[in-house]
T-cell receptor, first 114, second 112 residues
Framework: AQSVTQLDSQVPVFEEAPVELRCNYS??????LFWYVQYPNQGLQLLLK??????LVKGINGFEAEFNKSQTSFHLRKPSVHISDTAEYFC????????????FGAGTQVVVTP | DSGVTQTPKHLITATGQRVTLRCSPR?????VYWYQQSLDQGLQFLIQ???????AKGNILERFSAQQFPDLHSELNLSSLELGDSALYFC???????????FGPGTRLTVL
């Protein structure tokens, strides 16, 4: 089984400042890792994924994440945020043996202010 | 737009009732997943179907059931509804051989 911990429930950030959202996971098997974004009253949109290979993953909207196996982390970063990045962000993990079902973290609410 | 459609968008019903939520996956996707999002439990995996067959089960109550039809659309049936079943229910689909899921817009269920 897998579990995911998102260390911050809310992250306030000023426009054009950098942001980092922290995610740690636990699993007894190899994993695939994902970040999703949920805008108000909408479904989840995939930002980026780590399946294998390079530990630095680039996604949409200028986001990137780094997989760190030794620290079991998959932190999400963006060097300069926009007001439109205000949303809830979910880290998710899937075991390579679990047919793709996702275990989600509790989410991090990002609030970008001018 | 992910290509996954869900109907209805909103559903208001009373305790003890039964409802059916419908999901149409992206064209060509064989896998369908159902998730529940609530304030107290967060996002929880319920059940997965692959090409008509149940593949994995998560925290799905016995009062809930699902199926995937030959045209690959899926339905989630919720019966004997309780106040605590009020939540957003998401469907997601996944392309064959790819480990990513595309989510629909969700059905917001309110049980009064």
């Amino acid at each position: 089984a897998q579990s995911v911990t998102q260390l911050d429930s809310q992250v306030p950030v000023f426009e054009e400042a950098p942001v980092e959202l922290r995610c740690n996971y636990s699993s007894s098997v190899s994993v695939y890792l994902f970040w999703y974004v949920q805008y108000p009253n909408q479904g989840l949109q995939l930002l980026l994924k780590y399946l294998s290979g390079s530990t630095l993953v680039k996604g949409i909207n200028g986001f990137e994440a780094e997989f760190n196996k030794s620290q079991t982390s998959f932190h999400l970063r963006k060097p300069s945020v926009h007001i439109s990045d205000t949303a809830e962000y979910f880290c998710a993990v899937s075991g390579t043996d679990s047919w793709g079902k996702l275990q989600f973290g509790a989410g991090t609410q990002v609030v970008v202010t001018p | 737009d992910s290509g996954v459609t869900q109907t209805p968008k909103h559903l208001i019903t009373a305790t003890g009732q039964r409802v059916t939520l419908r999901c149409s996956p992206r064209s060509g996707d064989l896998s369908v997943y159902w998730y529940q999002q609530s304030l107290d439990q967060g996002l929880q995996f319920l059940i997965q179907y692959y090409n008509g067959e149940e593949r994995a089960k998560g925290n799905i109550l016995e009062r809930f059931s699902a199926q995937q039809f030959p045209d690959l659309h899926s339905e989630l049936n919720l019966s004997s509804l309780e106040l605590g079943d009020s939540a957003l229910y998401f469907c997601a689909s996944s392309p064959r051989g790819r480990n990513e899921q595309f989510f629909g817009p969700g059905t917001r269920l309110t049980v009064l």
